[in-house]
């Protein structure tokens, strides 16, 4: 599976932005998806995952109530809407797959990366 993280940017604190993770492979609807982020200087950290059928989602304290992910099997997408950004959320997000039936949090169940998009908030 390959996936192509976009839709990053700069927005000011108490904005929103969408980002889109575009995967290829016929098998997408396999896997659980997840979005990391990882700011300077920080280790990279869970933020959000959802199953093969999205019936099953999972996000970090952090973001609950402010981001939303969803995926489209048919598109071969998953997104993560984030509302109500603040500063702390600035990082390089990543989307990933992991070869699993149950959302996990733990990036080493993760097999496959995408290349990451910026996300920039400004106070």
């Known amino acids: 599976v390959q996936l192509q993280a976009s839709g990053g940017g700069l927005v000011q604190a108490g904005g929103s932005l969408r980002l889109s993770c575009a995967a290829s492979?016929?098998?997408?609807?396999?896997?659980?998806m997840g979005w990391f982020r990882q700011a300077p200087g920080k280790e990279r950290e869970f933020v959000a995952a959802?199953?093969?059928?999205?019936?099953?989602?999972a996000y970090a304290d952090s973001v609950k109530g402010r981001f939303t992910i969803a995926r489209d099997n048919a598109k071969n997408t998953v997104r993560l809407q984030m509302n109500s950004l603040k500063p702390e959320d600035t990082a390089v997000y990543y989307c990933a797959a992991a070869g699993t039936n149950w959302v996990t949090q733990n990036s080493g169940h993760y097999n496959y990366w995408g290349q990451g998009t910026q996300v920039t908030v400004s106070s």
């Open positions: 492979g016929r098998t997408f609807s396999r896997y659980t």
């Open positions: 959802i199953n093969w059928s999205g019936g099953s989602t």
